[in-house]
C-alpha cells in the first residue's frame, strides 16, 4: 500500500502561482511515476504532468510553459509549481501514484482561480 499525503492549493487571482506538493510513503517502488491530475466540476478527471524516477516529465498542452513538475530530493515527493493561473484552471486537483500495475491517488486538494 501507498499513501500520498498533498499540501498547498487555495484561492489565487488570474496571474498569479500557486505550489502543490505531494509525498508519497509506505511501500514505495524505485521505479515509478508521480503526478497530478486535475477534475473541474462536471468534467472529467485529466492528467495535468507527470515525472518519472529518472526526471522525465510530460505536461498536458494546456497547462505546458506555465506549469512546472519536479521530484524533491527524496524521490518520494513530488511538487507541482503552477505560475500565471487562469480561472480554467480551478479543479481538485489529485497526486497520484503509479508503479507496477498499481495506481494510488491523494485526497485532492482544491485550487481556485478567481479575483
Known amino acids: 500500500q501507498v499513501q500520498l499525503m498533498e499540501s498547498g492549493g487555495g484561492l489565487v487571482q488570474p496571474g498569479g502561482s500557486l505550489r502543490l506538493s505531494c509525498a508519497a510513503s509506505?511501500?514505495?517502488?524505485?521505479?515509478?511515476?508521480m503526478g497530478w491530475y486535475r477534475q473541474a466540476p462536471g468534467k472529467e478527471r485529466e492528467l495535468v504532468a507527470t515525472i518519472t524516477s529518472v526526471g522525465m516529465t510530460n505536461y498536458a498542452a494546456s497547462v505546458k510553459g506555465r506549469f512546472t513538475i519536479s521530484r524533491g530530493n527524496a524521490k518520494n515527493t513530488v511538487s507541482l509549481q503552477m505560475d500565471s493561473l487562469k480561472p480554467e484552471d480551478t479543479a481538485v486537483y489529485y497526486c497520484?501514484?503509479?508503479?507496477?500495475?498499481?495506481?494510488?491517488w491523494g485526497q485532492g486538494t482544491q485550487v481556485t482561480v478567481s479575483s
Open positions: 509506505g511501500s514505495i517502488f524505485s521505479i515509478n511515476v
Open positions: 497520484n501514484y503509479a508503479a507496477r500495475y498499481s495506481t494510488y
